[in-house]
């Protein structure tokens, strides 16, 4: 089964334009993330998609295959869609272009969720909550999963399943996975009790992480955005809200995007102190 990593990449990123360009570390923030995954153990192949000429140009003096995409499309998964969408990849593992300390090993863990689930279309991944202060931060997304039961998969149907605690979701297995009930800006669950925000071992943390079947990857952008989709500004919900399953696994780190120029310089001078 060929499994292929996609790079999104956008060269006119509204908050930090040109962003997968910058190269105060010597080395293009696009090709961090990609030598990152190329450090992956399943995938045979990485691929950028990009919007402009530049960043193949950039692509090209570091090595990488890339693939020129149209300008018009809305996110990242469109592009990705429009770059596999002829190839004979299997499963489509999407990475952000801004992630230069994704961890490989979150990749491989993607795939074999793939791998071993075969009728699943979709996975991404969650973490604990490293600062309880994230939890009700709408910049960060929160998700709420199913919790497995013993002896049977959570893509059986049958009796629906509860959401799950950390300590639940520390039971996730490659034959018993989770799967996400939903994605929120906001706090999610919701403590009555508390007014909000309770033990912050209850909180997972979504990773903008996803794998896909490349046939559902080509339906699922084909479909209209969805009412959730557009108030959550969460692109993911328009496979929920059309029924599909999405599969989680855990991990216990995240691994930090670049959004900004301020997160952009404090990476780049976390890279030359330790390099």
């Not at 992956?40 to 570091?62: C, H, M, S, T, W």
């Not at 693939?67 to 002829?86: C, F, Q, W, Y």
């Not at 599909?244 to 030359?272: M, N, S």
Request: hydrophobic letters at 40%; aromatic letters at 6%; proline letters at 6%.
């Amino acid at each position: 089964m060929k499994i292929v990593v996609c790079i999104p990449a956008r060269y006119a990123s509204t908050r930090f334009p040109a962003k997968v360009l910058a190269k105060d570390t010597g080395k293009y923030l696009i090709q961090h993330t990609w030598e990152q995954a190329c450090k992956a153990r399943l995938p045979q192949r990485v691929v950028i998609a990009a919007d402009d000429e530049k960043i193949v140009q950039a692509a090209g003096e570091f090595g990488a295959e890339c693939v020129l995409t149209s300008p018009k499309h809305n996110s990242g998964t469109d592009r990705i869609a429009e770059a596999v969408g002829r190839s004979d990849a299997d499963i489509v593992i999407n990475v952000q272009g801004d992630e230069p300390r994704i961890d490989p090993d979150h990749i491989d863990l993607l795939a074999r969720l793939m791998l071993d689930n075969p009728e699943a279309p979709m996975a991404t991944l969650v973490a604990p909550f490293a600062a309880r202060e994230q939890i009700a931060d709408p910049n960060v997304v929160k998700v709420v999963v199913s919790s497995p039961v013993a002896g049977r998969s959570s893509l059986d149907s049958g009796q629906a399943q509860g959401p799950a605690s950390t300590r639940d979701a520390r039971r996730t297995t490659q034959n018993v996975p989770l799967k996400a009930i939903y994605f929120s800006r906001s706090v999610i669950p919701y403590d009555r009790d508390r007014a909000g925000v309770g033990d912050a071992g209850v909180y997972l943390r979504h990773i903008g992480i996803y794998a896909y079947r490349r046939d559902f990857l080509l339906t699922i952008t084909s479909l209209p955005q969805t009412p959730l989709e557009k108030l959550e500004k969460l692109e993911q919900l328009r496979a929920i809200e059309n029924g599909y399953t999405i599969l989680v696994g855990k991990v216990e780190h995240t691994c930090e995007g670049i959004d900004t120029p301020e997160q952009y310089a404090a990476f780049a001078k976390q890279w030359r102190r330790n390099h």
